[in-house]
Structures are given as structure tokens and as C-alpha cells.
């Protein structure tokens, strides 16, 4: 039993399936050209009309995530200066109970944008039949406002510290 192995160089042309080339489009009758492999207006049209609606879905999610960007910078100033100013209310045992406070912050710091402040300091907690010069529970009470263009944002914060009780602040 003999077999028989085909023995021919594998390639281009061995078999008849094995080629791949595509005949030349037949041109029109009368047409005066040679038909071409490639796009036809149509089809440019089509991808470029494609693309542009793509492009145009990138553009608007890039400036929606812009807007929110934007917005969270002036949120998070707005935090890290009413941290600030609850932290220099909560030292400074001079400050005078029951008197709002109000102030604008340095616009160097706030980056142009105009950010203010509220403040109170009232007695919270304090021991019965307190006197001056006794200890009393202050709560801080601090509202931080600032303007995006004609719209003002705030949030308030509250903070706890120990003081010593004042004639008048009961």
C-alpha cells in the first residue's frame, strides 16, 4: 500500500483556494473609467457622519465632567477654609458668647471666589448653679457660604470645646 503525499511547495498558487485575490470590479458600460477597490462616496458620508456623532458624545461628557470638576474645587476650598476658621473659633477662648460673628475670607485664599462666614458661639452644657468662672460646654456653630456666579452654596458645622462661664453668658 502505497500513499501518495502532495509534495508541493506550500504557497501562493499550490491550490486553487489557496488564492486570495479578488477580480476587478467590471466598469459600467459607457462609464469611461476603470473600476477601483475602495470607498465609495456613500460609504465616506456614512463614517463621517459616525464619527461626528461620537465625537460629539466625548465632547459633551468632557464638559459635563469640566462643570463638576469646577465644582467640586470650590466645594472643597469652601471645606478646607471652614475648617480653618472652626479650628481658630474653637481655640480662641476670648471670642464672646451669644454674638454673631461674621466675616469674608481673604480672597488670596479662596482662589476669586467669594466665600464668608457666620459664626455663634452659645453655652451648651454647663454644671447646675454655675457661677462665673466655672466650666461650661460651648457649642460652635459656623455656616460657610460662598457664590458660583448668581447661585450661593453653604453648609454649617458644629464643634464642641470647654470654656470657663462669663458674667452674662447664662
Known sequence: MSQSFNTAPSGRGSHPADRCERPPRAATAGSGFKATNGFTLLEVLVATAIMGIAVAGVLSALSGSTRNA?????????????????????????IPRKVPLQGMFDPAQTGGTVIGWNAVVMPF??????????????????????????????????????????????
Open 125 to 170: 452644657e454647663w454644671a447646675q448653679g454655675a457661677a462665673p468662672g466655672m466650666w461650661v460646654l460651648d457649642r460652635v456653630q459656623l455656616r460657610i457660604w460662598w457664590m458660583d456666579g448668581a447661585t450661593r452654596h453653604e453648609f454649617s458645622l458644629e464643634g464642641y470645646r470647654r470654656g470657663i462661664l462669663r458674667a452674662g453668658d447664662i
Open 70 to 94: 469646577a465644582r467640586l474645587t470650590q466645594y472643597d476650598r469652601a471645606t478646607l477654609l471652614a475648617k480653618s476658621k472652626m479650628d481658630e473659633l474653637l481655640v480662641d477662648q476670648q
